[in-house]
């Protein structure tokens, strides 16, 4: 019989705890917009150096220390997915596993303790790098993760910053107090199975690491943490920018000059769709840092059960995209991405469901400039509780529920300023259960400009509640995009 770490027991405590504890993170700031800013960052992307071990518990005493021997560690790049590393030779960190329905570990029923195997990959990174005063002067420093599978512990200089759950999300640890001139050693233990697992059952290849970006980011007194753009069209241009108290907006090519928190209207404005993706280059600036924002006035209704966009309706010839290259995995390229992209637009694709979890932040910039309407997707699907009559479900069990409410928020925090994006996903195939109303209603109130969705109710209709007037819950049923 096989061990298993158990949440809640008399002995958990600590890593046991963290992996297994239906706590989503513990140390990561609240989720924000990834904004495009003139303020100093640094990409920690290259070699790491790196030791695969069969348990989070065999992990090299002292590995997190910064003065650590790491000689027999070996070069890894990040980011990548340590299962593609020559999955069709020696294979050394094992081969990517593809599954559909099925969990790769055991699912809990509803009277049993939440358990991950001790026997449970788990990489060692570790990464040294250097900074100067652009970095030890700012008022704050973030460290940003933007897609680790699925539970990562992190150090920098030999103290921990915490852990975080959610293998296609956002987490940004505050490392202004570990930070210092120079030298710093940055470790991280990355373990393949978590509670998280459970939350990520998508039919798709299974692979694990630090497969997306990870940056160091300055922030700078009185700076831009955070910027939601409200831009509609409908004949006229109404731009609202919720931000810094005093901030400028400027879109020159409009000369438009106002304030963040102020609404104007403008005149004479080429409205966005995805067939004519027309976007204006705006700047939001404060004393010490600008940032870039590419605009697209849009408005999308639902009529009856027609979506409209600016007044029109509109047709969905789409498709539901994995992020997968055959070579690397879950980690694409800039270049991976726009042929992606060229190759839906040359075959008259015009939409896009990011099943299931959203996708690299770079891919959605590249969505507003070539046109796709969009239904992003939560990080979401419990698939394989089907097998057990649903019994355990994580989206109708309460103990779940800041978990779920943590993906979503993650989800629409993220990327809520893409003109691309016409509608929220809960996720997928998660059968029915309050955690996807409690999501759902989040979602309403904090963006009522956009419809949401969940596809997996099966013959048991979920109702979802429309909270605004003019923007309506979209069917819950198989999606067509």
Not at 13 to 37: F, K, M, S
Request: with cysteine; charged share 25%; hydrophobic share 35%.
């Amino acid at each position: 019989m096989v061990s298993a770490m158990v949440a809640n027991a008399d002995t958990a405590y600590g890593l046991d705890n963290a992996l297994t504890n239906l706590i989503p993170w513990h140390g990561p700031i609240a989720p924000q917009a990834h904004l495009h800013t003139d303020a100093p960052t640094l990409d920690l992307s290259g070699i790491w150096r790196f030791q695969l071990v069969d348990s989070p518990c065999d992990t090299p005493t002292g590995f997190t220390d910064p003065q650590f021997d790491d000689n027999e560690f070996v070069d890894l790049t990040v980011p990548s997915c340590w299962q593609m590393v020559d999955p069709a030779g020696d294979a050394p960190f094992g081969r990517p596993a593809y599954l559909n329905v099925n969990y790769p570990i055991p699912i809990p029923a509803s009277d049993e303790d939440v358990v991950v195997p001790d026997e449970n990959p788990t990489g060692c990174y570790r990464h040294t790098f250097e900074v100067g005063k652009d970095f030890t002067d700012a008022e704050r420093v973030l460290l940003r993760f933007e897609g680790v599978d699925s539970f990562a512990r992190v150090w920098l200089n030999g103290t921990e910053l915490g852990w975080t759950k959610g293998s296609r999300l956002t987490s940004e640890f505050d490392v202004t107090a570990q930070l210092h001139p120079g030298r710093n050693v940055l470790a991280a233990a990355v373990s393949q199975w978590s509670d998280g697992t459970f939350l990520e059952d998508q039919d798709m290849w299974r692979m694990s690491g630090i497969f997306r970006e990870v940056t160091l980011l300055a922030r700078p007194h009185g700076g831009i943490d955070d910027l939601f753009v409200h831009a509609a069209w409908e004949g006229d241009a109404k731009l609202l920018i919720d931000g810094p108290d005093g901030a400028t907006v400027t879109i020159p090519e409009l000369a438009v000059t106002t304030t963040c928190n102020t609404e104007v209207t403008i005149p004479d404005v080429q409205p966005w769709t995805a067939e004519t993706p027309r976007l204006y280059d705006a700047t939001v600036s404060t004393d010490t840092e600008t940032v870039t924002v590419k605009i697209g006035f849009r408005t999308v209704a639902i009529d009856g059960d027609i979506i409209t966009v600016n007044g029109g309706k509109i047709v969905f010839r789409g498709v539901n995209r994995h992020e997968w290259h055959p070579r690397t995995g879950r980690t694409l390229d800039e270049e991976t991405m726009r042929a992606d992209l060229e190759l839906m637009k040359r075959h008259g694709v015009n939409a896009i469901r990011t099943s299931h979890y959203p996708p690299n932040a770079r891919f959605l910039d590249l969505c507003d400039e070539y046109g796709m309407w969009v239904i992003l997707e939560n990080d979401l699907e419990t698939h394989g509780f089907e097998c057990s009559g649903w019994d355990g479900n994580p989206t109708d069990d309460d103990r779940c529920y800041d978990c779920l409410l943590n993906r979503i928020q993650r989800t629409v925090e993220r990327d809520k300023n893409h003109p691309a994006i016409i509608g929220w996903s809960m996720g997928n195939e998660s059968h029915c259960g309050e955690g996807i109303r409690l999501m759902n209603e989040w979602v309403k109130d904090r963006d009522p400009s956009r419809f949401t969705h969940y596809e997996g109710g099966g013959r048991r209709p979920h109702h979802l509640r429309c909270v605004d007037g003019h923007v309506s819950v979209h069917g819950v049923g198989r999606s067509r995009a």
